[in-house]
C-alpha cells in the first residue's frame, strides 16, 4: 500500500487502519453536530432495508400487495373525478405576517402570528392528478399509564405492537412532570410504531375485515376526529385488541393487553378528503351525537 | 376575416342540442390481478429469501416447554443433524444455533387445527360451525368464466367489467336522453332514473361523482358520461334487452370503433 504524505512513519498499518473522519464544515457553532455518526464507515447502515445491499436486508416485495392494488386501479381515478371542482382556485392559508418596512428594528424580527390564529395553516390546492390523496402512513400510538407504576409492562405494550403489526416497536418516554399521574420525565410508558408499505397495508385490511366487524359496539370513526390537515385517529380499547387473530390465537401469552391510538397520516390536505380516502379503504364514519 | 370568425358573439342562434347522460357502470375487481410470468417468479424468489433471511421461530415463546402443544410442536418438527466434532460432513459442517441449522431456511410446521383425512361430508359440517377449519382458497375461474357467460357478473374476477345493452343495432354503454316533455333533471339523476328502468330496482350501486367523467360533443348532441360502481344486486332487464358485463379488451370489439377510441382512455386496464 502506498503511503499519502511526505512524512514518513516508521508503521503504515496506524495510517491505514485508522477510521475515518468527517469533513463536515461547522454549520452554526450553536448548532450540534454528532460528527461521530457522521463517520464514512456508518454509511452503510444508512441503505433503507429493503435493498439488497443493506446490512439488515429484509425482502420487502414478497407477494402481491392486494390494498395497495385496489388503491391504483379503482380509488385514484375515482379520488380525481370524485374532488373535480370546476375553476378550482387555490385557498391560501393563514400565513405568518410582517411587521412591516417602516422600522428598521423590524428588519431580522421574527415574523409576526397569523390572524386570529396561533400557527399558520398551510394552502388548500385543488386536486389534480398529482395530489390524489394518499394513505401515506399509520402509526399506533399505545400510551400505557400502567407502565408507569410496574415498568415491566413496557414489553408487554411493545411485544403486543410487534405482534400486530410486524414491526420493531420504539419505546415512548413522558415528556413533562406531572406529580398526582406520578409522570416523570424521561420515564418510559408504552410504545409506538409507525407503519409504511407493506406493513401498513397489511395492517389496513387486517383492521377492516379481521377486527373492526367484529367488534360491537364499534360504530365508525368519529366524523370530528381529524387534526385538519388531514391526519385522522382513533382508538380501540384493551377488549377490541383481541380480535387481532395474531392475539386471539395465543390468548394465554398475553394477559396483559393495552389499548391504542391509531392514526392515518394521509396527503390529503383536508380532514374532509381524508375521510373520503379511508372510507374507500372501507372504514365506516358516524356522527357523534 | 380571421379574427371575424374567432369572435365571440353575446349570442348564437344555434340548434338546440340534444343532451343526453350515458351511465359507465362498472364491476371492481373482486381479487388480485393476474400478473405476468416473470412478475411472479420475482415474488417468489423474494418470498424464498426473505424465508432464507429470517430469523428463528421463537418456538420458546409460543410453545412453552412442557405444554401438550409444545410436545405436539415437537412430534412435528424433528431436530436438525447434531454438529459432531468428531464427524467429517462432506456437504459442509451444520451450524446449529438454538436448535436451527443456519445454513438453510427454516421450516416450521406448525400443528393443524382441523383433522386431516376427514371425508367432505364432515368437513362441509365443520365448515359452518368451525372457526378452525382448514382454510381452502377458492378458484379464480368460475363457472360463468367456463360456460362464456358473458351476462354473468361472477366473470373475470381479476377484471373491471363495465355494462354494455344492446339496443337492436349494436352494442353500447346504456344511454339516457332528456325528453323534451320532462323537466330539466342533473345529469345523474337521468342516469340513474335511465338505469332503473332498464335493469330493474335490485341494483346497489356508488356514484362516483356528479360531475361526468367525459363529453362527447357533436354537431347536434351532448354526450355525458357519468362514472359509477355497482356494488351489490344483480343487473334485470325489464324489456327483453340484450346486455353483457365486458371487459375493456372486449368492448373494443363489440363496440363502434370511433366511439371506442373517444371513451378508451375511461377504461380500466387490469
Same mark, same amino acid.
Not at chain 2, 171 to 193: I, M, R
Not at chain 2, 265 to 268: A, I, M, Q, S, T
Given at each position: 500500500m502506498m503511503?499519502?504524505? %511526505?512524512?514518513?512513519?516508521?508503521?503504515?498499518?496506524?495510517?491505514?487502519?485508522?477510521?475515518?473522519?468527517? #469533513?463536515?464544515?461547522?454549520?452554526?457553532?450553536?448548532?450540534?453536530?454528532?460528527?461521530?455518526?457522521l463517520k464514512p464507515g456508518y454509511k452503510d447502515l444508512l441503505i433503507p432495508k429493503n435493498d439488497i445491499r443493506a446490512v439488515g436486508f429484509k425482502p420487502e416485495e414478497i407477494c402481491q400487495d392486494r390494498v395497495h392494488e385496489h388503491y391504483v386501479n379503482t380509488i385514484q381515478s375515482d379520488m380525481l373525478l370524485h374532488f373535480y371542482e370546476h375553476d378550482a382556485k387555490v385557498i391560501e392559508g393563514n400565513k405568518k405576517r410582517s411587521w412591516g418596512t417602516d422600522s428598521p428594528y423590524a428588519l431580522y424580527r421574527n415574523l409576526k402570528k397569523p390572524k386570529g390564529l396561533s400557527k399558520p395553516t398551510k394552502d388548500?390546492?385543488?386536486? #389534480?392528478?398529482k395530489n390524489i390523496p394518499e394513505l401515506k402512513s399509520i402509526v399506533i400510538n399505545a400510551y400505557n399509564s400502567d407502565a408507569l407504576d410496574e415498568s415491566w409492562l413496557n414489553? %408487554? #405494550?411493545?411485544?403486543?405492537? %410487534?405482534?400486530? #403489526?410486524?414491526?420493531?416497536?420504539?419505546?415512548?418516554?413522558?415528556?413533562?412532570?406531572?406529580?398526582?399521574w406520578k409522570v416523570r420525565e424521561g420515564k418510559p410508558c408504552g410504545a409506538k410504531v409507525e407503519l409504511t408499505g407493506r406493513d401498513m397495508n397489511q395492517f389496513l385490511s387486517t383492521l377492516t375485515e379481521l377486527v373492526l366487524p367484529r367488534i360491537r359496539t364499534f360504530k365508525g370513526i368519529k366524523n370530528t376526529s381529524g387534526d385538519s390537515n388531514g391526519n385522522i385517529s382513533f382508538g380501540l380499547t384493551s377488549e377490541d385488541v383481541k380480535y387481532f387473530p395474531e392475539i386471539e390465537n395465543f390468548q394465554e401469552l398475553f394477559p396483559n393487553l393495552f389499548g391504542f391510538h391509531i392514526t392515518f397520516k394521509t396527503s390529503a390536505r383536508t380532514d374532509e378528503q381524508a375521510r373520503t380516502l379511508l372510507s374507500s379503504y372501507g372504514f365506516p364514519f358516524y356522527n357523534p351525537a | 376575416m380571421l379574427s371575424k370568425v374567432n369572435l365571440r358573439a353575446y349570442s348564437s342562434a344555434v340548434k338546440p342540442s340534444s343532451i343526453s347522460s350515458t351511465l359507465l357502470l362498472s364491476r371492481n375487481p373482486v381479487i388480485t390481478a393476474d400478473i405476468p410470468k416473470f412478475e411472479d417468479q420475482y415474488f417468489k424468489y423474494q418470498n424464498e429469501l426473505w424465508r432464507r433471511l429470517m430469523w428463528t421461530f421463537p418456538k420458546w415463546f409460543y410453545y412453552r416447554v412442557g405444554t401438550l402443544s409444545e410436545q405436539r410442536f415437537r412430534?412435528?418438527?424433528?431436530?436438525? &443433524?447434531?454438529?459432531?466434532?468428531?464427524?467429517?460432513?462432506?456437504?459442509?459442517?451444520?451450524?446449529?444455533?438454538?436448535?436451527?441449522?443456519?445454513?438453510?431456511?427454516?421450516?416450521?410446521?406448525?400443528?393443524? +387445527?382441523?383433522?386431516?383425512?376427514?371425508?367432505?361430508?364432515?368437513? @362441509? $359440517? $365443520? $365448515?359452518?360451525?368451525?372457526?378452525?377449519?382448514?382454510?381452502?382458497?377458492?378458484?379464480? +375461474?368460475?363457472k360463468a368464466d367456463e360456460s362464456g357467460d358473458t351476462s354473468s357478473l361472477e366473470r373475470k374476477l381479476a377484471r373491471t367489467l363495465y355494462l354494455v345493452i344492446n339496443d337492436g343495432k349494436s352494442?353500447?354503454?346504456?344511454?339516457?336522453?332528456?325528453?323534451? +316533455? @320532462?323537466?330539466?333533471?342533473?345529469?345523474?339523476? &337521468?342516469? @340513474?332514473?335511465g338505469l332503473y328502468q332498464i335493469g330493474g330496482k335490485n341494483i346497489n350501486y356508488f356514484n362516483v361523482s356528479n360531475t361526468p367523467c367525459h363529453l362527447i360533443n357533436k354537431d347536434d348532441s351532448k354526450e355525458y358520461l357519468i362514472k359509477s360502481h355497482i356494488l351489490s344486486g344483480q343487473f334485470v332487464p325489464q324489456q327483453s334487452l340484450k346486455f353483457m358485463w365486458l371487459t375493456k379488451e372486449e368492448l373494443s370489439e363489440h363496440l363502434d370503433a370511433t366511439y371506442f377510441k373517444e371513451v378508451e382512455?375511461?377504461?380500466?386496464e387490469i
Open positions: 503511503i499519502k504524505g %511526505s512524512i514518513r512513519c516508521f508503521s503504515s498499518s496506524s495510517r491505514a487502519l485508522r477510521a475515518g473522519y468527517s #469533513t463536515v464544515e461547522p454549520v452554526h457553532h450553536l448548532v450540534k453536530i454528532r460528527k461521530a455518526a388548500i390546492h385543488p386536486v #389534480t392528478y414489553i %408487554s #405494550t411493545k411485544l403486543q405492537l %410487534s405482534q400486530i #403489526t410486524n414491526v420493531k416497536p420504539k419505546q415512548l418516554y413522558n415528556k413533562s412532570n406531572v406529580l398526582p | 412430534e412435528l418438527n424433528k431436530r436438525p &443433524l447434531y454438529n459432531n466434532p468428531n464427524i467429517e460432513y462432506p456437504r459442509g459442517r451444520p451450524e446449529i444455533r438454538q436448535e436451527r441449522d443456519r445454513r438453510f431456511k427454516q421450516e416450521v410446521i406448525l400443528p393443524k +387445527t382441523y383433522e386431516e383425512n376427514k371425508s367432505s361430508e364432515d368437513e @362441509e $359440517a $365443520a $365448515a359452518n360451525t368451525s372457526m378452525s377449519r382448514k382454510i381452502t382458497p377458492n378458484s379464480r +375461474t368460475t352494442w353500447k354503454f346504456p344511454n339516457f336522453s332528456l325528453q323534451s +316533455t @320532462e323537466a330539466v333533471k342533473p345529469l345523474h339523476l &337521468l342516469a @340513474e332514473e382512455h375511461l377504461l380500466n
